[in-house]
């Protein structure tokens, strides 16, 4: 299987990280591709630009094996709903059985109001990564009419690519970070270190991204 992680990444961070090693360590997954989206359907616009986004995760995952960055969903027109990316991926003939779409705990909650929803669910994996605060196994009981698709991924466990297309559920440690945060620490001037990766608070001083709009001199 190839892990998908999709995700606004304004900027990509720590946790972001996190989750697609979790993933990649826990699922039979040969990579897992980064996927900065181009419109988010379910948020306001980002606030630095695709190409500024993109670079950023490209400097995240540099020294990574197994994680690569994808631009299927900035090329494409139009919102980045998952199931426009799983049509592109058909169309460049992929399987979709063979991916698996990677979201932390708090995006797949809400689910129910994707695109597409629910027939999205049987056209790949989906893997569920708890978020700090947020457990994955927390979903059986916010998604009782999925939980007779979700297979909890253990520790020391070996696990094959199903054939019926499942939910996995892994509780890992992640940073607790949100892009939200960075952005509000940038804008009052507090340290990100630890946050982001050493590449990409580099590439946000040197672009000055995520500064406050007004800056009397
Ligand atoms: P924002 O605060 O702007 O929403 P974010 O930190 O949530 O940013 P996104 O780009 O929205 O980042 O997230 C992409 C994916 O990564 C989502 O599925 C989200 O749930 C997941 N994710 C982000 N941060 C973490 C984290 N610290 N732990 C687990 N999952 C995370
Ligand atoms: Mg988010």
Same mark, same amino acid.
């Given at each position: 299987?190839?892990?998908?992680?999709?995700?606004?990444?304004?900027?990509?961070?720590?946790?972001?990280?996190?989750?697609?090693?979790?993933?990649?360590?826990?699922?039979?997954?040969?990579?897992?591709?980064?996927?900065?989206?181009?419109?988010?359907?379910?948020?306001?616009?980002?606030?630095?630009?695709?190409?500024?986004?993109?670079?950023?995760?490209?400097?995240?995952?540099?020294?990574?094996?197994?994680?690569?960055?994808?631009? +299927?969903? &900035?090329?494409? $027109?139009?919102?980045?709903?998952? =199931?426009? *990316?799983?049509? /592109?991926?058909?169309? %460049?003939?992929?399987?979709?059985?063979?991916?698996?779409?990677?979201?932390?705990?708090?995006?797949?909650?809400?689910?129910?109001?994707?695109?597409?929803?629910?027939?999205?669910?049987?056209?790949?994996?989906?893997?569920?990564?708890?978020?700090?605060?947020?457990?994955?196994?927390?979903?059986?009981?916010?998604?009782?009419?999925?939980?007779?698709?979700?297979?909890?991924?253990?520790?020391?466990?070996?696990?094959?690519?199903?054939?019926?297309?499942? +939910?996995? &559920?892994?509780? $890992?440690?992640?940073?607790?970070? =949100?892009? *939200?945060?960075? /952005?509000?620490?940038? %804008?009052?001037?507090?340290?990100?270190?630890?946050?982001?990766?050493?590449?990409?608070?580099?590439?946000?001083?040197?672009?000055?991204?995520?500064?406050?709009?007004?800056?009397?001199?």
């Amino acid at each position: 299987m190839i892990g998908l992680l999709g995700g606004t990444f304004d900027p990509v961070h720590c946790g972001h990280l996190d989750v697609a090693r979790a993933a990649r360590v826990r699922l039979p997954l040969e990579k897992v591709l980064l996927i900065p989206s181009r419109t988010p359907p379910h948020r306001h616009a980002p606030r630095a630009g695709a190409a500024d986004r993109l670079a950023m995760v490209r400097a995240a995952i540099a020294n990574e094996p197994g994680l690569e960055a994808s631009t +299927i969903e &900035l090329d494409a $027109a139009g919102p980045s709903y998952t =199931s426009a *990316t799983l049509d /592109r991926f058909a169309a %460049a003939g992929v399987d979709t059985h063979t991916l698996c779409f990677i979201a932390g705990a708090d995006a797949f909650a809400e689910i129910p109001t994707w695109h597409q929803y629910p027939e999205l669910l049987d056209r790949c994996h989906f893997a569920v990564v708890s978020r700090p605060g947020l457990p994955a196994e927390r979903l059986r009981t916010q998604l009782p009419r999925l939980a007779s698709r979700m297979i909890s991924v253990n520790e020391n466990q070996a696990y094959t690519t199903p054939s019926q297309a499942s +939910i996995f &559920l892994i509780d $890992a440690s992640t940073a607790p970070v =949100s892009s *939200t945060d960075v /952005r509000a620490r940038i %804008a009052r001037g507090a340290s990100v270190e630890g946050l982001v990766p050493d590449a990409v608070a580099a590439y946000i001083d040197a672009h000055r991204l995520y500064q406050p709009e007004a800056h009397g001199h």
